[in-house]
């Protein structure tokens, strides 16, 4: 073979080869398109197109009288698309973009007009379709940006331009009360469910939907359409027991005394009897700063020894087991009693050393219940617990929020019961109840012996329809005979009547209670801290029980006794209760107002139709206005009420005399005088003559007695 051959033989199988690598690389983009195709082109879309959670609104919260507790409120992140309008009509974007950047900058006031402005066009210039404006954009500003050049569709001539603006939803959490009731109200995250947000997270949360996403440079996601492909199902609304007003009673009651007793925590329960809907919870903490606030809910989760409140479920056990009556004598003698090594002692020495089981009760004798329950249940201690069982103390309530904490009541069986642990249970030690587990069991005897569970949601709603409700709980129908209940009942109003408790007592309602101080264990050390809880567990009025309360104090160092400690909680928070909830009074016709037939009092001058509407709803009635006003009647009997109208000219001299400061500021500011106030009480002189026409700005010199 000559050289010149050879080389046209390599050539050829070099052209060969190259031509078959060709067909090959061909043939391979082929079988690629058409039958791996679909395949390749979902693993792309996969990476570049997703479909992305599109969170639904979560339902709101309301409490008992209607008030918002929790809601979601939508807030936006502002894109802006920088292509929105083609390239060919760079005219018209450039003709808007100034006027938009001065609006942004007006608008945000976080950038200058020059910055927005540059902003928008590098964008344009880099063809930017996601550009990030602003986040957390209120639904009301969002409806002011859509009123700003291009961040709205239009029209220019012809064309129509799309919007701008790119604005992604997010739903924010508030609370409108802020720290009202706020652990009770709880939240849910993916590591813990506290409260009603928590307990209820599957009603609440709704149903997400769906919208595709695509991301582009800088691995940014954004919507592949305008509108969500699945839209997302609001949340449903709870409807919890707790009432505003009072809760924030409870809180301002608790928060006061907390930081007069100095105290470490503290909570407080209100509770209606008949129902067990809970109307409020407040829980507080020492912080380390100092201040106070809710940041644990003691109410519901601390298990703790109860020291006396528990005093009433061991002389309830011994009057439902027939043991003891209220007239059974106990010799207390010097205020102490030894037991197997150990000796219990009364708090103060006892003024007599025989007494009742009732003076007992009402004293808070630790000697008497301890010296009854190991006489009448030493021989059988099963008896007595079996008792406190049969109540339900030893399990917990069952509550509709999570947290809650674990009772612990033992028995003879347990390995940790001693000789000692009967008369240690007796006055509510070696034992474990959460606040609001003692409050069960006095809301029990309250409620005429029917035990109920706490009620802290009573219905849930979507879209305003009824999805399910919640009533009462009944935990013991019987808990104790009617006449047992009957003489707890009275023990308790002794309590407040001739006991520990008598310095609470009101004299326009009825109440009945008792008082607790409890040695709190720290731990290893025991009780040798010296440390106290003190608490007070009742209800009122005592005739009609409608609401039942219980306070737990926890180390305060400024006394420790339940009575001057919790018991100012109760009583202030019954107080306000009370003056705000009319049907606790009774019809006016039924209250005894002025049975002595004293004289009406003269009421302070005002408004003629706003006083004569009270008037009415009182059942007085009012005549002779201006006859009495001028002295000539002074008759203010029962039969009719006095009562001075004032009207108010500019420039004219009102008549004050006879109002009070409030009123005769303000009656006088609007008739352009300007007062000079001397004394206290109502106005009984003014310098000015009434009805006399004088300068704007002139004074006046009241005299008040």
């Not at 018209?92 to 609006?103: G, H, P, Q, R």
């Not at 109860?306 to 056990?317: C, I, R, V, Y």
């Not at 005002?606 to 009270?614: L, P």
Request: glycine share 8%; net charge positive.
């Amino acid at each position: 073979m000559n050289i010149r051959k050879s080389i046209l033989v390599r050539v050829y199988l070099a052209f060969g080869l190259m031509v078959f690598g060709a067909l090959a690389v061909f043939a391979k983009l082929l079988h690629l398109q058409y039958v791996d195709g679909k395949e390749w082109k979902a693993i792309a879309d996969s990476l570049t197109i997703q479909e992305r959670v599109v969170e639904a609104a979560r339902g709101n919260i309301f409490s008992n009288d209607g008030s918002l507790l929790a809601t979601s409120v939508p807030e936006y992140e502002i894109r802006f698309d920088a292509m929105a309008i083609p390239v060919e009509h760079n005219d018209v974007f450039n003709l808007k973009v100034d006027s938009l950047a001065i609006k942004l900058a007006g608008f945000f006031k976080d950038k200058s007009s020059r910055q927005y402005l540059n902003l928008l066009k590098d964008a344009r210039s880099k063809k930017q379709r996601y550009v990030l404006i602003k986040r957390g954009v209120s639904h009301q500003d969002l409806k002011v940006l859509k009123t700003f050049p291009l961040m709205r569709a239009f029209r220019e001539g012809r064309t129509r331009f799309s919007s701008s603006m790119v604005s992604v939803r997010q739903n924010k959490r508030i609370l409108p009360f802020t720290n009202l009731a706020a652990r009770t109200i709880g939240y849910k995250n993916d590591e813990y469910r506290v409260g009603l947000e928590g307990a209820y997270g599957d009603y609440i949360e709704g149903k997400s939907g769906a919208q595709m996403m695509q991301r582009i440079a800088g691995g940014v996601w954004v919507p592949l359409n305008r509108e969500v492909e699945v839209a997302p199902v609001d949340g449903s609304d709870i409807i919890a027991t707790i009432d505003v007003n009072m809760q924030d009673m409870a809180q301002r009651a608790l928060g006061k005394q907390m930081k007069i007793s100095n105290a470490d925590e503290g909570c407080v329960v209100l509770m209606e009897v008949a129902t067990g809907e809970v109307r409020a919870i407040a829980n507080v903490t020492k912080d380390t700063d100092g201040e106070y606030r809710e940041k644990f809910n003691y109410a519901i989760a601390q298990a703790a020894d109860p020291g006396s409140t528990f005093k009433l479920a061991s002389f309830l056990a011994a009057l439902d087991d027939g043991l003891i009556d209220t007239n059974t004598m106990v010799d207390v003698g010097n205020g102490t009693y030894k037991v197997p090594s150990h000796t219990i002692r009364d708090s103060h020495a006892p003024k007599k050393s025989m007494m009742t089981a009732k003076e007992g009760f009402e004293v808070s004798s630790n000697v008497a219940i301890t010296k009854l329950i190991n006489l009448k249940y030493g021989d059988n201690p099963s008896k007595f617990t079996s008792k406190l069982h049969s109540w339900g103390l030893n399990e917990p309530l069952g509550l509709q929020i999570p947290g809650e904490g674990k009772p612990v009541v033992k028995t003879p069986k347990n390995k940790s019961w001693s000789k000692l642990s009967l008369v240690q249970m007796a006055y509510g030690y070696e034992l474990l109840l959460t606040p609001l587990q003692t409050l069960v069991l006095y809301n029990g005897v309250a409620n005429d012996g029917k035990m109920v569970a706490p009620l802290f949601v009573k219905e849930i709603r979507h879209l305003g329809n009824t999805v399910e409700k919640f009533e009462a709980r009944v935990i013991n129908k019987e808990m104790a005979s009617k006449s047992a209940i009957t003489k707890m009942q009275r023990m308790l109003e002794g309590v407040m009547t001739e006991g520990t408790g008598k310095k609470l007592a009101s004299p326009l309602y009825t109440s009945a209670g008792k008082t607790g101080t409890a040695q709190m264990a720290d731990n290893a050390r025991g009780y040798r801290q010296r440390r106290y809880q003190s608490s007070f567990a009742g209800y009122f009025p005592a005739e009609n029980p409608k609401y039942s309360m219980i306070v737990v104090i926890r180390n305060p160092r400024n006394g420790y006794y339940g009575g001057s400690v919790a018991g100012p909680v109760f009583k202030e928070l019954a107080d306000m209760v009370y003056a705000n909830d009319l049907s606790l009074h009774g019809s006016f016709a039924k209250r005894n107002v002025n049975v002595a037939g004293v004289k009406t009092p003269l009421t302070l001058g005002g408004s003629k139709e706003a006083s004569t509407k009270v008037y009415e709803a009182l059942g007085f009635t009012s005549y002779n206005w201006n006859s009495i006003a001028q002295g000539a009647v002074t008759d203010t009997s029962k039969k009719g009420v006095p009562f001075i109208e004032v009207s108010v000219r500019e420039g004219v001299v009102p008549n004050v005399v006879g109002m009070g400061l409030i009123d005769a500021l303000y009656t006088m500011e609007n008739a352009g005088f300007k007062s000079q106030v001397d004394g206290k009480g109502k106005v009984i002189s003014q310098s000015l003559v009434p009805g006399e026409k004088l300068k704007i700005g002139t004074n006046v010199a009241l005299q008040l007695n």
